[in-house]
C-alpha cells in the first residue's frame, strides 16, 4: 500500500507508446488503470502530476520509417498525434504527453549519461558488431536476427523474441543475418559504451525490498538480480536518436533515453506550471510508474540503477499489468488477434467508457485480461445496464415524476453508514492497485440500492405515506450520489452526465469521494433524467466477431502464403532423428523465465530425460505430471537459463503449443516411426 504524502504532488507515469504504429487495446492495459488511479487520487484530496509521451528512438522507428518511405521524424509525428488524440477520446488526463525525440529529452538524457560517465559507471569496450558489407552499414538491434547464443532458438538482435526471452547485448546473437537484404553478415570489430550494471546487485536488491507497487514486478527482478547482472552496451550506430557526448557516430541505446522522458515530460511540466521538477526527480518525492510486466526488467533494474548512479529520485512503485489475450488466443497483430482502438471500437460508435469498465473490471491487475465481443456485451448489459444504469435511472426518475426536487428530510444513519463502508474499502482497493476489486465493492453499492428501492417499494408508499416515501427517496438519491462520485475515475463521461441528472453543479471529477457523504440539498430542482446506458444488441456483436474472423483469416492466409517450404528430406534422413513417446514425471518453472518449463520425462531410460520446453504460457506445470508425450530423444543438448535440456517435447503450433500424443497409451520409450 502506498504511503503518498498530502503537502506534496505524487508522480505518475505510464510506460510511454511506441510510435510506429496505431493504438490497440494491448496498449490500454496500462493507460486506463493508470488513469483510473489518478482520478482516485485525485478523489482522496491528493496532488497529482500524471505525465506520458511517444517513445520516438531505436532500430524500429528507423526500420519502419524506411518501409513507409518517410523519415523517422515524419513518422513519429503521426503517430504521437494519433495516440494524443486517442488517448484524449478515452479520457485518459495526462498533465503532459511529451515525445522524447523534444529538445528538454536530449537535454536532460545527455545530463544523466555525462552524470554517470562522471560517476565512473559508464566505460568504453571495443565489441564485435554485425555488419553488412552488401548495404554497407553496422546492424544494430532490429537490423539483424540470428540464433540465440543461450538457447538456440531463432532471435533477433537484441532479445531472444522466440525462445528464453533474454536481452541480448551487440555482438552475442550467433550466424548473424541482416533483415533488410538477408545476407550474412559479419562481425567488425568497435567502440562502444558500456553501463556497470553489475556494481549495482547490492542495491538493487536492497532496493527491490522497499519497493512498492505489485508483487509481480517485484518477483520477476529479483530473479534476474540474483542472477548474472551483465553490463548493458548504452550506445548504437544510428543516425536517429539521442548522440551520445563526445561522439556524433554514436546516439544512446533507446532504454536510456525513454525512461528519462518520465524526468522531462516532468520538467516541461513543471516549468509550464510554475513549479520545481526538481523537488520531484532530486528530493523526497513520490514516483509511481505503470507498465506491462514485459518491461519489468527495464523499470526494476536498468532504470533505477541508471537513476541512483547519476544521482536522482527512484520511484517508489512500479505497478505491472497483465497480458492481454483475444479470444483466449495470444495477442498478435500478425495473425489477426488484435482489437484496434480506433478501426474496431471507437470508429463503431461504441462509447469510451464502456471499453474502461471492462479494462478495469474483467480481472485483477496482474493477471492476462481476455477480450471477447460477447464477454463485452455480457458484462456491459448485465452490469452496467442491468445494475448500474438501472438503479441510477429508476430512482432519478421515480423521483422526477413523483417530486420534482429532492425531497424533505434526512439521510438514514444505515445508508450513510453503507456509503461511508464502501468509500473506505473502494479507497483501500486503488491503494492496492485492485481495480476489479474496486469496481466489485461499487457494484455491490449498486446492488444495495436496487435491492433498498425495490424492498422498500416506493410506488405504495407514494399512495399511502408520501413522507415516509421521501425518506426511501432522499436515501437512495444519496446512494446514487456516491455512486456517481465513486464510479468517476472508472467511467468519467458517463459519470458526468449523471452528476447533472443529480441536479448538481461543478466537474464532478473535481468532488472528493467523501462529497458522498454530503447530503443532498431538499428542494433542490432535479431535471428529467435520460438513460445512461444502453444494452448492445447481438446483431452489433456478430458484426464485430465477423470482422474479426475475417482478419484472423486474412492474416492465417497471409502467413501460410509466406511460409518457406521445408526441404524434402529421405527415408534416411527421417531415421536419424530418434523421435520416442514418453511421460512427464515431474514440471517446474525455471527462475528468471516466464515462458520455460523444466520437465522429466520417463522414455524408457534408466532415469527420466531433463528436457526445457517453452509451454509455460500455455500449460500449468501441475496438471502436465503424468501425460504422455512425443519427445526428440536425440536433439543436440542445449542450456536455456543455465538449466540443461536433452530433448525436445514436440508441439504443434496453433496459437500456443499445442502438445503432440499417441493415440492411446504406449509403452514409455516406444519409437515413433
Known sequence: MPNLPADKPVLVTCGLPYANGECHIGHLRTYIPADIFVRSLHKQGLQTIFVCGSDTHGTPIVVSAEQTNTTPGKLIEKYHHHFDEVFKKLGIRFNFFGTTDGAVNHNRTNDIVNRLIENNYVYPKTIDLAYCSHCERSLPDRYV??????????????????????????????????????????????????????????????????????????????????????????????????????????????????????????EEYCNNAGLDWKQIW???????????????????????????????????????????????????????YVVWVNDDYLDHGFHPDLLRYYLASY?????DLNFSWKVFQEKVNNELVGSLGNFLYRTLHFTHKNFGEV?????????????????????????EYEFKKAIDIIMGLSAYGNTYFQSNEPWHMIKNDPDACAGVVKDCLQVAKALVLLCEPVIPAKMN???GHLGLEGDVSQMRYDEGLVELESGKNLPKPAILFTKIDDKKINEMV??????????????????????????????????RAG????????????????????????????VVAGIALTHVADELVGRQIVLLANMKPAKLFGVESMGMILAADADGAVLLQPESKVENGTLIR
Request: hydrophobic residues 40%.
Open 546 to 579: 465477423v470482422i474479426m474472423n475475417k482478419r484472423i483469416a486474412e492474416a492465417m492466409a497471409k502467413e501460410e502464403k509466406a511460409a518457406p517450404q521445408a526441404p524434402v528430406v529421405t527415408f534416411e534422413e527421417f531415421n536419424t532423428m530418434d523421435i
Open 145 to 266: 536476427e540470428g540464433i540465440c547464443p543461450y538457447c538456440e532458438s531463432l532471435a533477433r538482435g537484441d532479445e531472444c523474441d522466440q525462445g528464453c526471452n533474454r536481452h541480448l547485448e551487440p555482438g552475442e546473437i550467433l550466424q548473424p543475418v541482416c533483415k533488410i537484404c538477408g545476407n550474412k553478415a559479419e562481425y567488425r570489430e568497435q567502440e562502444h559504451f558500456f553501463f556497470r550494471l553489475s556494481s549495482f546487485k547490492d542495491f538493487l536488491l536492497e532496493y527491490l525490498e522497499t519497493l512498492g507497487g505489485t508483487t509481480n514486478a517485484r518477483n520477476y527482478a529479483r530473479e534476474w538480480v540474483n542472477q548474472e547482472l551483465r553490463d548493458w552496451c548504452i550506445t548504437r550506430n544510428l543516425e536517429w536518436g539521442v548522440r551520445f557526448p563526445g561522439h556524433d557516430e554514436l546516439v544512446v541505446y533507446v532504454w536510456v533515453d525513454a525512461p528519462i522522458g518520465y524526468i522531462s515530460f516532468t
Open 583 to 610: 511421460t512427464i514425471v515431474s514440471a517446474e518453472a525455471i527462475k528468471g523465465s516466464d515462458k520455460l518449463l523444466k520437465l522429466q520425462v520417463d522414455i524408457g531410460e534408466d532415469t527420466p530425460r531433463q
Open 407 to 431: 425531497p424533505k428530510g434526512a439521510v438514514s444513519d444505515l445508508v450513510l453508514d453503507e456509503i461511508r463502508t464502501t468509500i473506505r474499502k473502494v479507497t483501500e482497493a486503488m491503494e
Open 497 to 499: 452526465e449523471a452528476w
Open 282 to 336: 532530486q528530493g523526497d518525492s513520490s514516483i509511481i510508474h505503470f507498465i506491462g510486466l514485459d518491461i519489468a526488467y527495464h523499470h526494476c533494474i536498468f532504470w533505477p540503477a541508471m537513476l541512483k548512479g547519476a544521482d536522482y529520485s527512484l520511484p517508489q512503485a512500479v505497478v505491472a499489468s497483465g497480458m492481454v489475450k483475444i479470444d483466449d488466443k495470444t495477442f498478435s497483430k500478425s495473425r489477426g
Open 363 to 367: 480481472t485483477s491487475h496482474t493477471k
